[in-house]
């Protein structure tokens, strides 16, 4: 079945998640419902880092923590910004098919479900707001999810962009794209003869796995077939910017045009080339250059560091997970602290009362 709504990326990219799956994810795609994936889950996963780190260091916590890795089924893919739905499906049909679907699972999650998001169409938010209403009225417990970066290409260049900025940002970010002078950028299509090659996709493949070794968060640990299904797809209109110093790949992020958008989806970078040359922040303005250029809508950044991404200029959307707990008794114990799970929403909070 063809689930086209809320989905921002290439069909290809999510065929390319259900063949070649990330490490220790059990893939499930039938004919009359919709991808989902079943994992065991650390519960700290998405808890805020200062908590998380805490109750890792409690006593013995070595033993009972296993206790918190629960067998989870998510519906929805690790390579889209929302989960995946089908107007083929009403939303009566897509809850009783779930629970025919997951009952060996502790918890069931519906992730990333778009709020009132400007990146999509009427339909696709109310079919949304519509599955939250009748998820709640059967006992889901409804979760504020991330905060997805965004920014609206109604700026005519990279000035007019950084003038909209603070003072004290706009010197800041024209420091660091001084490093910008010193490097090449190529932009090279998703299926270009280069990626034939399968030295350099495992350099590449590298460079991905740094960054996913120094992040906080390790759940989807994406395989090197994946990025090789990712690099050679002709049809996906992908885009992929290098940044080269003299001879040297310092990183690299593969982006999509999809919908009219420009949608951010991995980087690799070569630590620590890349933080000499501010990389994370030349790539934005890398990318905001060539939307502008193709003429694009948006610019969409991910869900990841959201902090740097408000100083960056972005805009966000919030999204809400809808969790299934088999159990009713761990269903009422997982509701009273559901708010630990909610870390961007409350850095969204915090952010608005200090603004006010």
Not at 27 to 46: E, G, H, K, M, R
Request: with cysteine.
């Amino acid at each position: 079945m063809q689930t086209n709504l809320n989905q921002l990326e290439p069909q290809s990219l999510v065929d390319a998640f259900l063949k070649h799956p990330p490490q220790n994810f059990n893939v499930q795609n039938y004919a009359d419902f919709l991808p989902f994936f079943s994992t065991d889950f650390d519960l700290l996963t998405t808890l805020d880092t200062p908590v998380r780190q805490r109750i890792s260091k409690l006593p013995a916590y070595a033993y009972w923590g296993k206790l918190l890795h629960l067998s989870t089924c998510f519906i929805g893919t690790t390579v889209t910004e929302y989960s995946l739905l089908s107007p083929a499906l009403a939303v009566d049909v897509l809850l009783r098919k779930l629970k025919q679907n997951v009952r060996k699972n502790t918890l069931t999650i519906i992730k990333d479900l778009p709020i009132n998001s400007p990146l999509l169409s009427t339909e696709e938010n109310t079919y949304s707001a519509e599955l939250v209403c009748q998820s709640e009225n059967q006992g889901f417990i409804t979760v504020e999810g991330q905060a997805l970066a965004y920014v609206p290409i109604d700026f005519q260049n990279r000035a007019e962009y950084l003038a909209r900025l603070s003072r004290s940002r706009r010197k800041n970010l024209n420091r660091k794209l001084k490093s910008l002078d010193l490097l090449r950028v190529e932009v090279l299509a998703t299926g270009d003869s280069r990626f034939a090659n399968a030295i350099f996709r495992d350099q590449l493949y590298q460079l991905y796995f740094a960054v996913y070794q120094q992040s906080d968060i390790h759940f989807d640990l994406l395989s090197p077939a994946f990025f090789d299904a990712v690099l050679q797809d002709v049809q996906a209109e992908g885009r992929v910017f290098f940044y080269w110093y003299e001879e040297k790949l310092v990183g690299y992020n593969i982006c999509y045009i999809h919908r009219g958008n420009l949608v951010d989806k991995y980087i690799g970078f070569n630590y620590p080339l890349a933080l000499s040359f501010n990389l994370y922040f030349v790539s934005w303005f890398v990318n905001l250059d060539y939307a502008v250029q193709q003429g694009l809508k948006f610019y969409i950044a991910g869900w990841t560091d959201p902090e740097v991404k408000a100083q960056l200029g972005a805009k966000f959307t919030f999204t809400r997970h809808l969790v299934w707990i088999q159990q009713p008794a761990l269903r009422y114990v997982l509701g009273k602290f559901k708010h630990l799970f909610e870390a961007d929403a409350h850095w969204h909070e915090q952010k608005q009362e200090s603004s006010t």
